[in-house]
């Protein structure tokens, strides 16, 4: 079985340097992925995620950052990417989970949603 471990650091961070210990002590094979040389494309016949010039190909992925300060372009793009990567195999924490943890006004409504007490808490732009 083969894990692609993805984030945004060209260096495996402590976080995933635990993920690949763990890897190797359950016999796992593992590939890391920096999120920003990942792309995706869609032809007429499928969908492929490239890691450079190289089809990506795995068992599962975990998804540990996208970056910090990411602009909305960017946010979404890898998101894209994500999403077309969760076409061919399990991505652990998916994309749509992703929107809404990166978002604290999201992840309200959906905790209320679900019945879960929030504090009072309002969203403006005035």
């Not at 690949?20 to 796992?28: D, E, F, H, T």
């Not at 894209?80 to 978002?103: F, H």
Request: charged residues 25%.
């Amino acid at each position: 079985m083969k894990i692609l471990l993805i984030h945004y650091k060209t260096n495996p961070p402590w976080s995933v340097n635990e993920l690949i210990r763990a890897c190797n002590v359950l016999g796992l094979r593992y590939e890391y992925l920096k999120i920003g040389e990942l792309d995706a494309i869609i032809t007429d016949k499928e969908i492929i995620v490239k890691h450079h010039t190289n089809k990506i190909n795995g068992d599962g992925a975990i998804v540990r950052s996208l970056g910090l300060k990411l602009g909305i372009d960017l946010f979404m793009k890898r998101i894209g990417v994500l999403e077309a990567l969760a076409q061919s195999m399990p991505v652990m924490n998916s994309p749509e989970s992703i929107t809404y943890t990166r978002d604290k006004w999201r992840s309200l409504l959906r905790l209320v949603k679900h019945g879960v007490p929030v504090p009072p808490t309002m969203i403006t732009e005035n």
